[in-house]
């Protein structure tokens, strides 16, 4: 068994972090939760963390000290192993200040943390600090002159910029960084219905009918579970871990995969992509150039993107491999927004997920 760590998991009540949060209670490790404006903690399933595995630590990572006491921040500072830092905001279209204090400032609390104590830091990040390049992403890169997409791809640039450069002033870490993340790989189950999710819904329910996008451009959707296994085998084996990067990226799907499940589900509209070069906003129906205009347009970068993540440091560490088959995998996530109302009701008896439910492809 793994030696019993003293760990602290910032951003612990969000969707990833309570996973991570459960994972490592259920090692045994001594978990502190850095709890905010939502103290309770919940995993994926909607199960809540017994309160008897966790303690948690009301705390604000935007603030120096984290808002503690000076006695109150040595005594955390001094007692804890390792840090997972998993806090963050990652809606789109927020404004600036917000990234900067949460995705910046936040990091470079945690970073003090972690060296006022000599804690090793796990960094959540995320792959797409890669911006809008094309091609292979390697985990041994990061700023390579990329045009980044928005204030939150810049704000986690700067944030794992300030983790970089700690660790050259002598700060044990390790960075993981996820791609999207999205439901669990095996029962599609989501808490939280965002980001690509809102697309998914605008589009299959024909609020949103064409969209600016590269059918060969690759959507990277990771399930939440294997994001949360990643983190905990970085932060368990972290010796092994410390001083490099482990994309946790998921299973390959093309917008064309995507356009062809989603024509699977009689009940959906099915968006048609439009080459960006040949799109035109203003050309809209009304209503149509509205959610664009406040909703696609956050998001539409990542329908012309063509890269592919490496994971080769994730796969030397011994994790899991992600879902093989990008279309069965959505499939799933799909369905279980079916089944749990968000993309309404599947018409009876027909289609993949009165097939899922009659036992097909179990």
Not at 131 to 140: A, F, K, Y
Request: with cysteine; net charge neutral; charged share 25%.
């Amino acid at each position: 068994m793994t030696r019993r760590l003293k760990i602290l998991v910032t951003g612990a009540s969000g969707l990833v972090g309570a996973e991570v949060t459960a994972r490592l209670a259920a090692a045994g490790h001594e978990v502190t939760a850095v709890v905010h404006r939502q103290q309770t903690l919940v995993r994926n399933d909607g199960t809540p963390l017994d309160p008897a595995t966790v303690k948690c630590l009301p705390a604000d990572v935007t603030r120096p000290r984290l808002g503690l006491t000076e006695a109150g921040y040595a005594e955390l500072a001094g007692g804890i192993d390792r840090i997972v830092h998993c806090a963050a905001i990652t809606d789109f279209g927020r404004p600036e200040e917000d990234y900067r204090t949460v995705n910046v400032d936040g990091t470079a609390h945690i970073v003090e943390l972690a060296r006022a104590g000599g804690a090793g830091l796990v960094h959540v990040g995320t792959a797409y600090v890669c911006g809008e390049r094309d091609g292979l992403i390697r985990e041994t890169e990061l700023d390579q002159g990329q045009r980044l997409a928005n204030g939150y791809e810049a704000s986690k640039l700067r944030a794992e910029t300030l983790v970089h450069k700690a660790r050259a002033d002598g700060v044990r870490a390790a960075v993981v960084r996820p791609s999207i993340v999205v439901g669990d790989e095996h029962t599609g189950v989501v808490r939280d219905y965002k980001n690509i999710y809102v697309i998914l819904k605008l589009t299959t329910e024909g609020k949103v009918r064409s969209v600016p996008g590269l059918y060969e451009a690759r959507l990277d959707l990771v399930p939440v579970d294997y994001v949360a296994d990643v983190i905990t085998r970085v932060t368990e084996r972290f010796d092994e871990a410390e001083g490099r990067t482990f994309h946790a990226a998921g299973a390959p799907l093309t917008l064309r995969d995507f356009s062809d499940v989603m024509a699977e589900y009689p009940s959906f509209h099915v968006p048609r992509f439009v080459p960006p070069t040949s799109f035109d906003a203003q050309r809209l129906p009304t209503r149509e150039r509205r959610y664009y205009e406040r909703i696609v347009s956050l998001y539409e970068s990542y329908f012309r993107r063509r890269m592919t993540f490496d994971a080769s440091h994730t796969a030397a560490l011994g994790v899991r491999a992600t879902p093989a088959d990008g279309p069965d995998f959505l499939r799933k996530l799909i369905n279980h927004c079916l089944e749990s109302g968000y993309l309404g009701a599947p018409p009876a008896g027909t289609g993949p997920a009165a097939d899922d439910a009659n036992g097909a492809g179990r």
